[in-house]
């Protein structure tokens, strides 16, 4: 069973605005999140993370948002850029447990 | 550092045969991670091994799936016999603790093919 879900495969957007990308989780044990980063023939690349304890985290042009009672979280890349073009994933866990990440979201950034 | 490196990174096998992927954990890690990528069911973890033991092998798919990991820096993840629907991607992954803060760090994947 799916416990961290993302219903968008994919998502395209003009470069320049806002890119969100969202993440939905079943389990409401998991307190550390994370999304990952992932062009084609390489591995998944760490992007940003945020605890359960806070409900925003940024850095740079990324910006992550936890809604804990919703269950849900979003990723936002403002402004975005034609190299922000790949796969996005979402990842959860209860502290001392494994990641379990979503299905992914393919970003694509029109120039 | 080199990352984590896997081999081969891409294998092509017929149905029934064996296929045997490695995996390169970076040194100094001590927890290594077994993925795979599909569609439907995006990044599932297959095992992972803490200080060379397995811990969680609840994802392997079924007996056809085994994997080890003799020392610190090898893993291996074997598919025997291979059949169709086990093409995907697989990706090994390590890291310094079991939940680390910044993830795992993934390695560039095998992408195999059975057909």
């Known amino acids: 069973d799916q416990q961290v879900k993302q219903n968008s495969p994919s998502l395209s957007v003009q470069e320049g605005r806002i890119s969100i990308l969202n993440c939905d989780y079943t389990n409401s044990m998991f307190d550390y999140f994370l999304w990952y980063k992932k062009y084609p023939a390489e591995g998944p690349t760490f992007l940003i993370s945020?605890?359960?304890?806070?409900d925003k985290n940024e850095d740079g042009r990324f910006t992550v948002f936890l809604n804990k009672s919703a269950k849900h979280l979003s990723l936002h890349i403002v402004p975005s850029q034609p190299g922000d073009s790949a796969v996005y994933f979402c990842a959860a866990s209860k502290t001392g447990n494994q990641f379990y990440f979503g299905t992914g979201t393919s970003l694509t950034v029109i120039p | 550092d080199a990352g984590v490196i896997q081999s081969p990174r891409h294998e092509v096998t017929e149905m029934g045969q064996e296929v045997t992927l490695r995996c390169k954990p970076i040194?100094?890690?001590?927890?290594l991670f077994w993925y795979r990528q599909t569609m439907m069911r995006g990044l599932e973890l297959l095992i992972y091994f803490n200080n060379n033991v397995p811990i969680d092998d609840s994802g392997m798919p079924e007996d056809r799936f085994s994997a080890k990991m003799p020392n610190a820096s090898f893993s291996t993840l074997k598919i025997q016999p291979s059949e169709p629907r086990d093409s995907a991607v697989y990706f090994c992954?390590?890291?310094?603790?079991?939940?680390?803060?910044?993830?795992?760090?993934f390695g560039s994947g095998t992408r195999l093919t059975v057909v």
């Open positions: 992954a390590s890291s310094l603790r079991r939940v680390p803060n910044y993830g795992y760090t």
């Open positions: 945020i605890s359960s304890i806070k």
């Open positions: 040194s100094g890690h001590n927890s």
